[in-house]
């Protein structure tokens, strides 16, 4: 019988994808969330080189969210910021 070793998939790149798709929908922390899913994207896009892992789809999709996710808490939070300037007097 012979047994076959798949390769395996890059758990960091596994990470930077969930951590891209939290950060679309978690207000406020999903721009740290964000963040921190582009720095796994990277050290996992690396790793997947280095060892011939799976996950570059993984790695690039959790890229791409994070960037998205980190868009939309920005207009997010520049968004509220502005809400809350429109009704302060200056005198």
């Known amino acids: 019988m012979e047994i076959r070793k798949e390769p395996q998939v890059n758990t960091k790149s596994a990470i930077s994808l969930t951590l891209g798709v939290l950060s679309l929908f978690i207000p406020f922390i999903g ?42 808490q920005l207009l997010m939070i520049l968004g509220f910021v502005a809400f809350l300037s429109v009704g302060t007097v200056i005198e």
């Open 31 to 72: 721009a740290i969330l964000g963040i921190i899913g582009i720095i796994l994207y990277k050290k996992s896009s690396n790793e997947i080189i280095r060892t011939q892992q799976q996950g570059k789809g993984l790695a690039i999709s959790g890229l791409v969210c994070s960037i998205i996710g980190i868009s939309i």
